[in-house]
């Protein structure tokens, strides 16, 4: 039925005989996992991790999960490599799982980045007060969806182009961010070498116990979330056998390197007992462990630039929405998954329809956070919360599954343009490690002596509805897992 699908979106049905540009290059390509994971995660919630959990709690924990991360992004870059396909998460687990799981995982990850748009509006329209305090909020989130959408609404070349440059001006505040710290660590820049003193502080790095660990791996988990979007990207790659397992060496290791030298440089040089560590956020860019650093450092304006680079990376997240959103739902759409007007392109190539209902969804989204104290806002938040946990764990079953259809099926692994390291234990190793982060997301609500129920709700809302999702779709079209030597491996040439 998929074959058949595809053959007619192909001939000319539903597209109209247009098809996704190909248009990304390896820049692209690599900016644009770089982006998507280099945020408001490393500029704020660092410093809250270290305060929670120590520097060397924090450090732990983001070095677990990029760990993990290194093992779920060779799994896509396996699959996406030998089949680039903008459905990338739908269209795998439709192929090698089942089409029920394909369904809501696709349905789960759309989701998951429109949502996402609503809360980066939210994030823009309090971070822009900074400069203009008494502005009115709908007007300035209206003008940053207008960006977004303006952005895509072009090409996709318009897309990967804004996205290399916001992730360009983030990897360069990093860059001089780790140059000016080590430079204060040494002494260098004048003042006392603090060397590790604040690093052992109380005579432990470690602080919290367990489930403040637990929850600075979370935090670690969301921050590291978005690196996953060179597998849909792939689909509109010039060369994506060349290009993507590129992307996938480079952007690890430029990650691992980022974040990890970034906290050990906060760790060295602001004591985790630091209230201003714990009070960072969206609403106080001024206690940023990056802005107290550069203030540190007799960087006047430090805060007034932190804004703005925190203001690019917001958009930048859900410009990276937006564009991820529309592409998996477009390809639903094509797969008679998702309303088949969706899977309509216009002259550029752009899934015009899919992008339309993303941008509407995302939009009303946000406007629910000015109704009823923004409880439904804030439920919205929470649903999306664990969704991108939940497509790892799509990632590293369906790579899992691929292998083994792909060995069952007597093709030779010399016949892999990108070949995953350490098989099975990288998919495995992933698979049991964001088990954890699903199970362990609101941990705390057990403690005590009595249960909160509804943290336990807000919390865990998203896994009952994607396995209802996944089940019923299962149940009413009677999709059955796909025996592995029926999995379809067929891909086009590239």
């Not at 000319?12 to 248009?23: A, E, F």
């Not at 990304?24 to 305060?51: D, E, N, P, V």
């Not at 396909?85 to 789960?108: E, L």
């Not at 002494?187 to 590790?196: M, N, S």
């Amino acid at each position: 039925m998929q074959k058949q699908v595809n053959q007619a979106v192909t001939a000319g049905g539903s597209t109209g005989g247009q098809t996704l540009r190909k248009s990304f290059k390896a820049r692209h390509l690599t900016m644009i996992a770089l982006g998507g994971s280099i945020g408001t995660g490393l500029f704020l919630a660092s410093g809250g991790a270290i305060a929670s959990s120590g520097p060397g709690g924090a450090l732990l924990a983001y070095l677990a999960v990029g760990i993990m991360v290194y093992f779920l992004m060779t799994s896509l870059g396996e699959m996406a490599t030998y089949m680039p396909d903008s459905g990338s998460f739908s269209t795998y687990g439709t192929r090698f799982i089942s089409p029920a799981f394909g369904f809501a995982v696709g349905w789960n990850f759309w989701y998951n980045w429109a949502v996402t748009i609503a809360a980066e509006l939210a994030a823009a329209t309090v971070i822009i007060k900074y400069w203009f305090p008494e502005s009115n909020s709908t007007i300035w989130s209206l003008l940053f969806l207008l960006l977004m959408f303006g952005l895509n609404i072009l090409s996709s070349r318009g897309y990967g182009e804004s996205e290399y440059w916001f992730a360009i001006i983030k990897i360069t505040t990093v860059i001089i961010f780790l140059v000016v710290g080590v430079m204060m660590i040494f002494g260098i820049l004048g003042g006392e070498a603090v060397g590790f003193s604040n690093f052992e502080l109380g005579g432990s790095s470690f602080h919290g116990g367990f489930f403040a660990f637990l929850g600075v791996f979370m935090a670690a988990g969301f921050s590291f979330q978005g690196t996953e979007l060179v597998g849909v990207a792939a689909g509109e790659s010039e060369n994506p056998r060349q290009n993507v397992p590129r992307a996938i060496r480079q952007v690890f290791w430029r990650i691992l390197v980022f974040y990890i030298f970034a906290i050990l440089v906060i760790g060295l040089l602001i004591p985790y007992t630091n209230p201003d560590l714990l009070r960072g956020g969206i609403d106080d860019i001024g206690v940023s462990p990056f802005t107290i650093i550069f203030e540190k450092a007799g960087l006047a304006f430090a805060a007034s630039v932190m804004n703005a680079v925190i203001l690019s990376s917001v958009l930048s997240a859900g410009n990276s929405g937006m564009y991820a959103a529309t592409r998996v739902l477009f390809s639903m759409a094509k797969d008679g998954m998702a309303p088949r007007a969706l899977a309509k392109l216009n002259s550029r190539g752009v899934p015009v329809g899919a992008l339309l209902v993303t941008t509407a969804v995302g939009m009303l989204a946000f406007l629910a956070s000015f109704f009823g104290d923004g409880i439904v806002y804030n439920w919205l938040l929470n649903a999306s919360g664990m969704c991108g946990f939940i497509n790892w764990l799509g990632i590293a079953v369906c790579h899992y599954r691929f292998r083994r259809a792909f060995v069952k099926q007597g093709h030779s692994l010399d016949e892999l343009p990108y070949k995953a390291r350490w098989f099975p234990f990288g998919p495995i190793f992933a698979f049991v490690i964001c088990v954890i982060a699903v199970l362990g997301q609101n941990m705390g609500a057990f403690s005590g002596g009595s249960i909160d129920w509804y943290g336990v709700l807000v919390s865990y809302v998203s896994l009952p509805l994607f396995l209802l999702i996944w089940l019923g779709y299962g149940f009413f079209r009677k999709s059955k897992l796909v025996p592995l030597e029926e999995c379809d491996l067929t891909t086009s040439e590239v």
